[in-house]
């Protein structure tokens, strides 16, 4: 290791360039070299005295970096001053301070860093973006999250200022924003969601065309369970503007009910949440067949003849889909409609479904004969050992959540505890 030293010292910036000094040779973007001193340099980077000392190179290439960043960082190092630095090159300067370990200068980076976030206020979009970008570069490519810390305290101050620099910050190239850019803002909005949930309803609103990846990432993450106990009104905009989507999918469609059983809170109704599911009414799971069949027995043949039933799962979730959400309508399973229904598993050849699935599926008090009934035919369950989604036989667990098979959706609430059948199935 190099001599024990302390820096920061002043070893005096006159002597960089110094023909007499100068044995180690920095190699700058355009053109010429600065000639500094390696044990200088040592005494502040370890790795430089490793690269220097033990491996005995006589230059450094440092290319890569600003031309200004790396004569502010040599000029630190032989002043013990971290001068000369501004937003314009901090980032290269403290990528230099990290990838040459020298320690003291990646403290006053930090430092400095922080007196620039302190200085936000959030009325100068510019600068706002400056801290805002630093923390996401620092988490992303430094892996330091301690940046990305400082610049959410100071904005959990500012709510209102926030809130405009982001509708800024996504709604300029939104369809183009990148997923770390997404993940920062959900960071640093952190629970109190309120604003950003106004703010892509207003998106939607305006672009009614359909939802892009973007969108879609950011609903399906966002904490909307908080919004909701402060503003459901912010909630109810937003399911509105979903229903008048003029072109969607079955991405779409898992998204919104993801999206509604989060806004669930213990006070709302099943009928207040198949309300908001209706609110899609342009929506579908499987292709039109199961919303506009008029009857059950016509939802039945539709289903042994559809080339979109492909496994158990698609089938029982199809049934609930029209009994629960499309028709609202208590069907009887006397023993005509059983047989039938046992009479279609067994022409598609499907597979026995979970339990616990049909536990799930099937929960609320007016499904309690339909559950009895599945349950009494071998054919229809199984346990988790025996209970194959997919042809190619890979077995799947399956708990109370949203399930996607293939391109389908089911969706389940949360398993009761009240349940009949809670415990054996």
Not at 357 to 363: D, E, H, N, S
Not at 379 to 401: N, R, T, W, Y
């Amino acid at each position: 290791m190099a001599p024990k030293v302390t820096v920061p010292t002043d070893f005096g910036k006159h002597l960089i360039n110094s023909p007499g000094h100068g044995n180690l040779a920095i190699q700058l973007q355009e053109g010429a070299d600065i000639k500094v001193n390696s044990a200088i340099l040592s005494f502040n980077s370890p790795v430089i005295y490793n690269l220097t000392t033990d491996l005995h190179q006589t230059y450094l290439e440092m290319q890569d970096f600003q031309r200004s960043a790396v004569e502010r960082f040599v000029e630190a190092m032989y002043s013990g001053e971290m001068e000369g630095v501004y937003s314009t090159n901090f980032r290269d300067f403290h990528k230099l301070s990290l990838v040459f370990d020298v320690s003291w200068l990646v403290d006053r980076c930090d430092e400095y860093f922080k007196s620039q976030v302190d200085g936000v206020d959030g009325h100068d979009y510019e600068e706002t973006l400056f801290v805002v970008e630093e923390a996401r570069y620092s988490l992303n490519k430094l892996k330091k999250r301690n940046h990305l810390d400082y610049v959410a305290e100071r904005m959990g101050n500012m709510k209102t200022q926030r809130d405009v620099f982001f509708e800024r910050y996504l709604m300029t190239d939104f369809s183009n924003c990148s997923k770390d850019q997404l993940d920062l803002v959900l960071e640093l909005i952190g629970p109190d969601s309120d604003g950003l949930v106004a703010m892509l309803t207003k998106h939607i609103t305006a672009n009614t065309k359909s939802l892009d990846d973007n969108m879609r990432y950011l609903l399906s993450n966002i904490n909307v369970s908080l919004c909701e106990r402060n503003d459901s009104e912010i909630c109810d905009k937003l399911m509105e503007a979903l229903s008048g989507l003029e072109s969607t999918t079955n991405s779409d469609f898992k998204m919104s009910l993801n999206l509604i059983e989060r806004f669930r809170t213990p006070s709302k109704s099943l009928r207040h949440t198949k309300e908001r599911i209706k609110k899609l009414s342009n929506v579908s799971l499987l292709p039109d067949m199961v919303r506009e069949c008029s009857s059950f027995d016509q939802l039945l043949t539709v289903l042994s003849e559809s080339q979109e039933v492909t496994n158990s799962y698609i089938f029982y979730d199809a049934l609930w889909i029209w009994m629960y959400l499309v028709n609202d309508q208590l069907v009887k399973f006397d023993k005509n409609l059983t047989d039938r229904i046992l009479k279609i598993h067994d022409d598609l050849q499907l597979n026995p479904i979970l339990k616990s699935y049909i536990a799930g599926l099937y929960r609320h008090d007016s499904a309690r004969k339909v559950i009895a009934t599945f349950m009494s035919f071998d054919k229809i369950h199984a346990e988790p050992s025996s209970c194959f989604l997919f042809p190619s036989q890979e077995v799947f667990h399956f708990d109370s959540s949203f399930i996607l098979t293939e391109r389908k959706l089911s969706f389940q609430f949360p398993k009761p505890e009240s349940c009949s059948l809670a415990g054996k199935c």
